[in-house]
């Protein structure tokens, strides 16, 4: 599957290409119809575009009458050139290959995304390298503790954030790759999990009152809730922290899927 819609994607690459080289010609083609004359028969060089033979500069030769050199059937002298134009019918096939192109940068869209989100046509993990550090974006739905054993098994951990630059950049990357459309949220190593309202990074066993936060809200770390929300999972359209329980997991296209986010030093 992965490489079937390489393939379609570098198709629809070539024909964009190809439908916008087809729409030039063709309104260059129209353009030149419209302002190319044919050769006169005597073979003298045709004459200007507003269609009157050249005045001599002396008197000697006389202007010819119209009576000796009649106009073509019809009566009417050739358009001057400010009025030729692409006829109606070829600017209609310009943009009907227009709205091809347009088509075809749609679909490129769509499946990219659906390389992005379907794990059965797109590699495992690839590893960013941003300014802050290195990630991998799983798209696959998955609970807390899936998504951590799954960081640990490519060699990372699940991702902890420690500035607003590294916030907005992550989220930065997540909108590239479709996630907002597509409503996956992504878990982080913060977590109350071994003492209530003691929210600690997994990886660094950092408290996070210590550091930076983009709680939206703060969590109550109430121990009375009976769907024991210890584990932090961002989501909405701005990834804003929010406490979730742990085993959290739906499907694609339900209301902000749970995915992952792995980082990695060095």
């Known amino acids: ?7 379609l994607l570098q198709e629809n690459q070539k024909m964009k290409v190809a439908l916008l080289l087809i729409g030039t010609l063709c309104l260059l083609a129209g353009t030149i119809e419209g302002f190319t004359k044919p050769p006169r028969p005597d073979g003298k060089p045709p004459r200007p575009s507003d269609g009157k033979p050249t005045r001599p ?3 000697t030769h006389p202007r010819p009458s119209d009576d000796t050199h009649p106009r073509p059937s019809g009566g009417k002298p050739p358009r001057p050139v400010s009025e030729c134009a692409p006829s109606p019918e070829m600017k209609t096939v310009v943009k009907l290959l227009e709205q091809l192109v347009d088509k075809v940068q749609e679909l490129e869209g769509k499946l990219d995304v659906l390389l992005q989100s379907d794990t059965s046509v797109r590699p495992q993990h690839t590893w960013r390298n941003l300014t802050t550090g290195t990630y991998a974006f799983l798209g696959e739905p998955c609970t807390w503790f899936e998504a951590r054993d799954k960081c640990k098994a490519i060699g990372g951990y699940l991702v902890d954030i420690n500035s607003q630059e590294e916030q907005d950049l992550i989220v930065k990357i997540s909108h590239a790759l479709g996630w907002k459309e597509l409503k996956l949220a992504f878990w982080l190593g ?3 999990i071994q003492k209530e309202g003691s929210w600690v990074w997994e990886h660094s066993q950092r408290r996070n009152n210590d550091g930076f936060r983009y709680w939206k809200p703060r969590p109550d770390n109430d121990e009375t809730r009976p769907d024991n929300e210890d584990c932090a999972l961002a989501k909405g359209t701005s990834y804003g922290w929010h406490q979730s329980p742990c085993d959290t997991k739906k499907k694609l296209g339900s209301d902000w899927t749970p995915a992952t986010i792995c980082k990695k030093d060095g």
Request: charged content about 40%.
């Open 1 to 7: 599957k992965l490489i079937l819609l390489d393939s």
């Open 57 to 59: 500069s002396d008197d």
């Open 190 to 192: 913060l977590n109350d």
